[in-house]
């Protein structure tokens, strides 16, 4: 419409949800200027576009702590904006983005850069997070300070842990001075050797060098001992083993500052899903056993796994058909994560109220970002969800330029019907052709 206000939008005929708020009801929903100005029983006044929601649930944008958009360096595997596509298909209004690109997000002049692709793409809100060490090479800390101030939102090595001790520590202590937590990808690359998935009956019977356990729990366990010792913010990387979450419960026990995510993949599916996806089923962590994944959906139970994350890897076609030893870990994420997420509420294991805050309030809140909120003032970042819709993940293709996923064929339950950034409508699921 003509002369309407930007970021301006009446949505009508939904069911408003935002468990952070305690609201929750059906009606209409008036957004000015990208904030909500009111909701209920409204009418628009004004040249204001209108959007029927159909009974759909809105909820506040989902926000990923996680995820590789590859931008600089790797875009024949991903792009900030088929990264962004895929983001807000999958009802994603703000994501993290690693360090692992090349240039390695090591300077300020690399996350300007991402920031500012980010703000031309214009669709959801990407937030750069800056390398903890130099090069990723474990040997020394960038200029934490610099970093902060052009807009990293947090400090990683992701697709390597801190180097050693030493570093960890002093990484913590520093990035303490800047309120930013350190992300670790905790693997103990002595213990993991050459693996290429878990270690166990599965691996022995495909003849393929298994990845323990221990690696990820050895590297939880140190961490936890040099936060105790430092302080400062400690996240925990995409948790995949029960040793490991058992750690972190006793750490927040004794009121350590140590926050965890997992991904879909790790309460979605085991090492056997390798058997039949083959190189798609390859990721670092690896997929777990079951006793491993019925702990990851304690943890989420119980909070000690407070968020949940995609750790969104896309490759290209070329890279995950060579065999299994050669091809690289990761999976794309973003487009399934929240019809498998919903799978929880499905079967039990957590409420509506506790998917949707694990998703969006509390992600944000971890990093100190801005999220959406369905009460008279709140940022206007929402997604709008059919909670019953099924679907084929894949059939149509993805908004993620790779395609590197197990879940594809998968008949799905739960779809994003659009994706309100700022109040702008940037994704809407009628009549999309993906690539």
Request: net charge negative.
């Amino acid at each position: 419409m003509r002369g309407h206000e930007p970021g301006s939008l009446f949505l009508k005929n939904v069911r408003y949800f935002d468990p952070s708020e305690g609201v929750s009801g059906f009606g209409n929903v008036l957004i000015r200027q990208g904030r909500v100005e009111s909701l209920g029983d409204i009418r628009p006044s004004g040249a204001i576009p209108e959007l029927d929601g159909d009974g759909g649930l809105l909820c506040p944008g989902f926000v990923d702590l996680h995820a590789h958009f590859r931008e600089p360096g790797y875009e024949y595997k991903e792009t900030i904006e088929t990264g962004s596509k895929a983001a807000v298909a999958g009802g994603f209004t703000t994501v993290c983005v690693m360090a692992n690109t090349d240039p390695v997000n090591d300077n300020s002049e690399v996350t300007r850069a991402i920031r500012e692709r980010a703000l031309d793409v214009g669709l959801a809100r990407v937030y750069p997070i800056g390398a903890v060490t130099r090069g990723l090479g474990g040997e020394q800390l960038t200029e934490m300070g610099r970093l902060s101030e052009a807009g990293c939102i947090a400090f990683s090595d992701d697709g390597k842990p801190v180097s050693t001790s030493r570093i960890l520590r002093r990484a913590l202590e520093y990035s303490r001075l800047f309120d930013r937590p350190v992300i670790d990808h905790c693997e103990d690359p002595e213990l993991s050797g050459r693996g290429v998935m878990n270690e166990g009956s599965v691996s022995a019977d495909l003849g393929l060098a298994g990845i323990p356990n221990a690696s990820e729990e050895v590297c939880v366990a140190r961490d936890l001992s040099v936060l105790e010792i430092s302080g400062g913010r400690l996240h925990v990387a995409h948790l995949s083993t029960a040793g490991g979450i058992r750690m972190v419960r006793e750490a927040k026990r004794r009121n350590l500052s140590v926050t965890a995510e997992t991904c879909p993949h790790y309460f979605s599916l085991t090492d056997e899903a390798v058997r039949c996806h083959g190189t798609h089923a390859k990721m670092n962590p690896p997929l777990r056993r079951e006793m491993d994944r019925l702990a990851v959906i304690e943890g989420l139970k119980d909070g000690t796994i407070d968020v949940i994350a995609t750790d969104h890897a896309p490759h290209a076609p070329h890279e995950k058909e060579q065999e299994f030893d050669r091809a690289p870990f990761g999976i794309i994420g973003l487009e399934t994560a929240f019809p498998l997420s919903l799978a929880l509420v499905r079967e039990g294991h957590l409420t509506l109220a506790e998917l949707i805050y694990r998703l969006s309030f509390r992600p944000a809140a971890l990093f100190n970002l801005p999220h959406g909120s369905l009460v008279p003032g709140g940022l206007a970042d929402f997604v709008l969800l059919d909670l019953s819709e099924e679907w084929e993940a894949g059939r149509s293709g993805y908004y993620s330029k790779s395609r590197n996923s197990p879940f594809t064929g998968m008949r799905l339950t739960g779809r994003v019907l659009r994706t309100i950034v700022d109040g702008r409508v940037v994704f809407s699921g009628e009549g999309e052709t993906r690539g």
